[in-house]
């Protein structure tokens, strides 16, 4: 699990553990995750989460 900001180096560091049947799932509430995880993983393999808390 990472924060936002540590997103890329995260990414980066997790390269060598994805093959070709890897999905990569993103849940963050910062909107440009996925397309930082894209730089180093292909698009097709990213699946993304998106979380909406209820207002109270």
Not at 1 to 26: F, H, I, N, W
Not at 28 to 55: H, W
Request: hydrophobic share 40%; aromatic share 4%; with cysteine.
């Amino acid at each position: 699990m990472a924060k936002a900001y540590d997103v890329e180096a995260s990414t980066r560091a997790s390269v060598p553990l994805v093959g070709p049947e890897t999905v990569v799932q993103t849940i963050q509430n910062m909107l440009s995750s996925p397309q930082t995880v894209s730089k180093f993983v292909d698009p097709d393999c990213i699946a993304v989460g998106a979380l909406r808390t209820p207002r109270g």
